[in-house]
Nanobody
Framework: QVHLVESGGGLVQAGDSLRLSCEAS????????MGWIRQAPGKERELLAT???????YYADSVKGRFTISRDNAKNMLWLQMDKLKPEDTATYYC????WGRGDFDYWGQGTQVTVSS
């Protein structure tokens, strides 16, 4: 099992930047492809970014060019750098882990709230 804990959320203004962190523990971190997902009230979950087998990264159109996912396997850490934040980015943000090659995420963190004021 992989235990994930997000941090770094908060209240910011439109145009600001924020970096979310996700600390992993349990199984070998490098065995898992990681992703960031968010959910706003009344809306469905949205996959923002995730790593692929082909060493490429998927970004949702809504965040492409503004958000960057990165990881450090030695530190068991995952980050989401969020730039040029917009009010519509307001949501609870989750990091999640899946076995490489699987489509569904197997493990989820508890989430961290990001609120962007206009």
């Amino acid at each position: 099992q992989v235990h994930l804990v997000e941090s770094g959320g908060g209240l910011v203004q439109a145009g600001d930047s924020l970096r979310l962190s996700c600390e992993a523990s349990g199984r070998t971190f490098s065995d898992y492809a990681m992703g960031w997902i968010r959910q706003a009230p009344g809306k469905e979950r949205e996959l923002l970014a995730t790593e692929n087998w082909s060493d490429t990264t998927y970004y949702a159109d809504s965040v492409k060019g503004r958000f960057t996912i990165s990881r450090d396997n030695a530190k068991n850490m995952l980050w989401l750098q969020m730039d040029k934040l917009k009010p519509e980015d307001t949501a609870t943000y989750y990091c999640a882990a899946r076995h490489w090659g699987r489509g569904d995420f197997d493990y989820w963190g508890q989430g961290t709230q990001v609120t962007v004021s206009s």
